[in-house]
């Protein structure tokens, strides 16, 4: 990644040498690194031994998305340069030490993050300083740094916007900044398994004629997400669960569709009907059935209700009715 910078104190440094040529003494009050310096980098070794004083894994300092994942593992906060970090970069070797009143804020994300969720999907990344704004095009990518100045009473935040949120995280302090309170809240994405379903000889009558159908599933499973790639982001508040089973639906002689607003409903919390439904064949074996709803985003148990009730036709488009409504199977997502 290419640096990004203003030397402003390079010209006070060649002022200090054209000086001390003529025989005059140095000023020392020249000699300081300006506020509001700003560059970035990357680096493929970390900038900080795991336990050390700079090193902020025990903190978890991250900010997640849909498509991107940003852990700070190195953080120094000093109003000089330390050693170790000017020695990484031919950009940042002798810088002298903050004008009074301001500090060098560096951080350097890990070189082994979490993945992100779906993905790469492209970013916008800057960094304020107060109401300063430095670009860095995209999220940062593992062991990417950055190396700044600022005055000790302004704000300094990492900023990440992905499919139009943006979250920051608090260069000095780790702390996030209008942050997705799904993605933090301990609540895990995905539950246990579900124990699956069995209809058996369910009776179908069209007129003086009857017939039966069969069908069972020992799987499925359920999954929490505050951003779907089809709906986009969920309300603040809310996630969505995302509810999947399988389902015969095709027979030699009949076709047994699930009802998308009533074969699957919550029967906890307080989500309505489905805001999506889905069905993607699986050849040879039936159909797989996602069915998504909104929910709040502290729910960590739901109760689920399948029962397989729908539109049942033969193969002459002929609809036929349920002798009697087939039983509630019930899961519970768990997360």
């Known amino acids: 990644m290419p640096l990004k910078h203003k030397i402003i104190f390079a010209p006070l440094t060649t002022l200090l040498l054209a000086s001390s040529a003529c025989g005059y003494e140095s000023v020392p009050w020249l000699e300081h690194t300006e506020a ?23 903190e978890g300092i ?34 002298p030490s ?12 890990s070189l082994d993050p979490m993945e ?11 960094v304020t300083i107060g109401d300063r704004e430095f670009s860095m095009d995209e999220a940062p990518a593992p062991g990417d740094w950055v190396v700044l100045t600022a005055p000790a009473d302004e704000p300094v935040v990492l ?23 799904a993605f933090y809240n301990g609540i895990a994405s995905t539950s246990d398994g579900f124990p699956g379903y069995r209809y058996d000889e369910v009776y179908f009558d069209h007129g003086s004629e009857y017939t039966w159908l069969a069908c069972e599933y020992d799987g499925g499973g359920a999954w929490r997400n505050v951003w779907d790639e089809e709906l986009g982001w969920a309300p603040d508040g809310s996630v969505f669960l995302t509810v999947a089973t399988f389902w015969c639906r095709d027979y030699d002689e009949f076709t047994w569709n699930l009802d998308p607003q009533r074969s699957i409903v919550l029967t906890s919390g ?7 439904w889905t069905v993607s064949e699986v050849e040879g074996y ?11 985003d502290y729910d960590a148990e739901i109760t689920i209700e399948f029962t397989p009730v729908g539109e049942v036709v033969d193969e002459d488009g002929r609809q036929w009715e349920f002798r009697e409504a087939p039983a509630a199977t019930e899961w519970t997502a768990a997360f």
Do not use: K
């Not at 307080?270 to 999506?276: G, I, L, R, Y």
């Not at 039936?286 to 709040?296: K, L, M, N, S, W």
């Open 159 to 181: 900023w990440v916007e992905d499919t139009g949120r943006a979250q920051g995280v608090d260069m000095r302090t780790g702390e996030r900044v209008e942050p997705v309170f």
């Open 62 to 95: 991250h900010i997640l998305g849909p498509h991107f994942s940003t852990t700070v593992e190195c953080r120094f906060v000093s109003d000089t340069l330390p050693s170790e970090v000017a020695a990484r970069s031919s950009a940042l070797a002798d810088m």
């Open 116 to 126: 992100a969720e779906y993905g790469y999907a492209p970013t916008r990344a800057w």
């Open 98 to 109: 903050a004008e009074d009143g301001s500090e060098f804020v560096v951080n350097q994300v």
């Open 286 to 296: 039936g159909v797989e059935v996602h069915a998504v709803f909104q929910i709040p």
């Open 36 to 58: 509001f310096e700003f560059y970035f980098g990357s680096d493929s070794d970390p900038w900080c031994e795991d336990g050390g004083d700079d090193w902020t894994g025990d």
């Open 270 to 276: 307080e989500a309505d009907e489905p805001v999506a």
